[in-house]
């Protein structure tokens, strides 16, 4: 006579654990199997949205509203209008509008006129003033080009030195203005030491400055004229005033960062002796066309370093300042 099998089941663990035991009447045969879901009976789930957090705003958000903090942000430079942007949430998106950069563009293309800035917008950058001012090439009014140059010369021969060398250090120095006009001085000084004097200069012309500015600002500082088309730049000056000698450059802008606009590299540097001492016209700028007639080029070579931009907040503290005996070759990049 066949007897029934009969199965007893066996809960181990506490109420939910999904542990069960299976046994047989002889009571062999166990088997033990972990079901997790078991572990979720009885659990209560939290669903639906959470209540947002309230940010409190700061002292300087509740006494400033937004129409006040936009009025203040437009007295600030390109740089500094970017710089308040990561300040907080509401100097990001009161610092975004698109009054404030279109006003910083008119200021940094101001050789074209507002129909030409306004036409580019709309056609190449999708009316982003901010996009225009990143991507679109500009000098920079806020600070001073630098080129940093070394060579070696050989020095007098002693009784102790037969073969004497020396590591020989000069600086070259460019401050832009928006009227067209830059300043420029080659000085063994360092940059700590000089841009003074070429904020001095710039105001002698204007007629500012007092008469002891003026006095200190003839000293080795050399006004003349630029013009920008695109990437190029193209400089133009006279040593002295009836000079018939007239040095002309022509540079290339390019940006280490997007928006950045800080390394002027040079191309070409010809100086121009002409008979009649009379100036080459600005469309004849570029170094590598014809002056005139009667104008003797000479190619130079030396001090072709590019040209690094340091900002006013960094006249005193920029590594081009150090001496040769702490850095003897500076790698702009």
């Not at 002698?204 to 400055?209: I, K, V, W």
């Amino acid at each position: 006579m066949a007897t029934a099998a009969v199965l007893s089941v066996t809960h181990t663990g506490g109420e939910g654990s999904g542990t069960s035991a299976y046994s047989n009447a002889s009571g062999h045969g166990w088997l033990e199997c972990y079901r997790p879901w078991m572990a979720m009976y009885g659990v209560r789930l939290q669903h639906g949205a959470q209540k947002a957090k309230q940010v409190e705003l700061s002292l300087i958000e509740k006494l400033l509203p937004e129409e006040m903090l936009l009025y203040v942000l437009q007295f600030l430079p390109i740089h500094g209008l970017a710089a308040a942007q990561i300040v907080c949430r509401q100097w990001r998106s009161v610092g975004g509008s698109p009054s404030l950069w279109r006003a910083a563009c008119m200021d940094a293309f101001f050789t074209s006129t507002v129909e030409q800035n306004e036409d580019l917008v709309r056609r190449q950058y999708r009316g982003c003033w901010k996009r225009m001012l990143l991507e679109r090439p500009h000098l920079r009014f806020d600070g001073v080009y630098v080129s940093r140059n070394t060579y070696l010369r050989q020095g007098i021969v002693e009784w102790k030195v037969k073969n004497a060398v020396h590591l020989v250090l000069y600086y070259r120095y460019m401050r832009f203005y928006p009227d067209g006009t830059f300043a420029y001085r080659t000085s063994p000084e360092p940059l700590a030491r000089v841009h003074r004097s070429l904020a001095q200069a710039y105001a002698a012309r204007r007629g500012g400055g007092g008469a002891a500015a003026r006095r200190d600002a003839a000293v080795d500082v050399y006004l003349g004229r630029f013009k920008q088309e695109g990437e190029r730049v193209f400089t133009a000056l006279r040593y002295l005033a009836h000079s018939a000698t007239e040095i002309r450059s022509r540079l290339r802008l390019r940006s280490t960062v997007p928006g950045a606009n800080n390394r002027l590299d040079i191309q070409a540097i010809v100086s121009w002796d002409r008979a009649d001492g009379q100036a080459v016209p600005m469309m004849d700028l570029q170094p590598d066309e014809e002056a005139a007639e009667g104008a003797n080029e000479q190619q130079h070579r030396r001090g072709m370093q590019p040209f690094v931009f340091v900002p006013f907040e960094q006249f005193n503290c920029h590594a081009i300042n150090l001496p040769i005996s702490e850095m003897d070759v500076f790698l702009p990049g």
